[in-house]
């Protein structure tokens, strides 16, 4: 933190911080209000009232709401309004999407964030925040699936019609594919990661069976050969895992086949050479990586679907700044300061 303030000229204050893992859960929801003011003409003071009724579902001590997000606003039977104030009608109703997660892993977060003197802002779920840097809006309206491979969790979100439709969590992730590669080649996690980087494949029959990997032992320096064609064969096998349940969680919500835009891959497991021609195998639609867009300086620095949940963390606070901050200082100016200060950072 020091450091980024020195390098941006900005004092830290606050943070947007992401949130992933196993323990979130969403679920679907509906609220139903009248109208009852004699003009009949919906105010925000209605919307608001009908998201609360919404959200008034039964969880589990151990739970906390993280997200309400509004998918569509019924105005007397009538669907698909996206914004319903000013609008005239007897009842309103809203079809709401929750995320919750373990009270317990929000408060780790809180901890953590604020004993390094910075307070949380929010906390965000990490899809939803590498939706702001890699998604198209015409995606959204589109259909599309975002599964971001993470170190622990792969998590999707599900987009259609301009808002998020649903999203889950599968307990698998990049370490599995690491845990994998260490016990296939015989080697430390710590060098199963850096061969994973440097020359791992999704797909064993884009490689040469002749192409040897200098592979390190486990106890000593001394370096072993394999091949490069082995090493895909683990990897493939992982993530066709992984897609296979990704998959099978998207048919269960009932949406796969509204998903016209297909698939984004994201997170650091992206990066690997023929991940997309995987995906597209097993989700039998269109698959790219998701690349971080939007930031202007910042775009060669951060162009890695490794940067997709902190650029879209930077991108969805500044799309979610409150008036009064916006009066205190040009968030276009903020926005290029942040942006040179972080590029020089990231330099160095």
């Known amino acids: 933190v020091d450091e980024a303030e ?9 943070a947007f911080t992401g949130i992933a893992g196993g323990h979130i859960k969403s679920e679907n929801s509906r609220g139903v209000i009248a109208i009852s003011r004699p003009e009949k003409e919906i105010s925000q003071e209605d919307v608001d009232r009908v998201i609360e009724q919404a959200k008034a579902v039964s969880l ?24 319903p104030v000013g609008m005239a009608g007897h009842k309103l109703e809203v079809d709401i999407h929750l995320i919750s997660g373990a009270i317990t892993s929000v408060q780790n977060i809180h901890k953590s964030v604020t004993r390094a003197g910075i307070d949380v802002k929010e906390i965000v779920l990490q899809p939803i925040a590498s939706s702001y840097a890699i998604l198209d809006p015409e995606e959204q309206e589109l259909g599309v699936a975002l599964v971001d491979i993470g ?13 998020i439709r649903d999203t889950f969590v599968i307990s698998l992730g990049g370490q599995n594919i690491t845990n994998d590669i260490a016990m296939g080649l015989r080697t430390s996690r710590h060098s199963a990661e850096e061969i994973k980087i440097k020359h791992g494949c999704a797909i064993a029959s884009m490689t040469n069976r002749d192409e040897l990997i200098p592979v390190p032992g486990i106890t000593d320096t001394k370096l072993k050969e394999m091949s490069r064609e082995i090493l895909a064969e683990i990897i493939e096998a992982r993530l066709e895992e992984i897609f296979t349940l990704v998959y099978k969680g998207i048919k269960e919500t009932g949406i796969c086949d509204l998903l016209s ?17 995987l995906g597209e195998q097993i989700f039998g639609t269109s698959v790219r990586k998701g690349i971080p867009h939007g930031l202007g300086g910042l775009f060669e620095t951060v162009k890695d679907p490794i940067h997709s949940t902190g650029v879209g963390l930077i991108l969805y606070g500044l799309k979610h700044r409150t008036s009064q901050e916006l009066k205190k200082v040009s968030s276009e100016s903020l926005f290029n300061k942040l942006t040179d200060g972080i590029k020089k950072w990231f330099t160095e």
């Open 261 to 277: 835009a297909g698939v984004v891959i994201t997170g650091g497991s992206a990066k690997m050479k023929g991940i997309e021609t």
């Open 6 to 14: 020195h390098m941006s000229g900005i004092k830290v204050e606050e």
């Open 60 to 83: 589990p001590i151990d739970r906390e709401i993280i997200h309400v997000i509004p998918k569509d606003f019924i105005v007397d039977n009538e669907g698909g309004v996206k914004e």
């Open 151 to 163: 170190g622990g969790t792969t998590d999707i979100a599900l987009f259609y019609e301009g808002s």
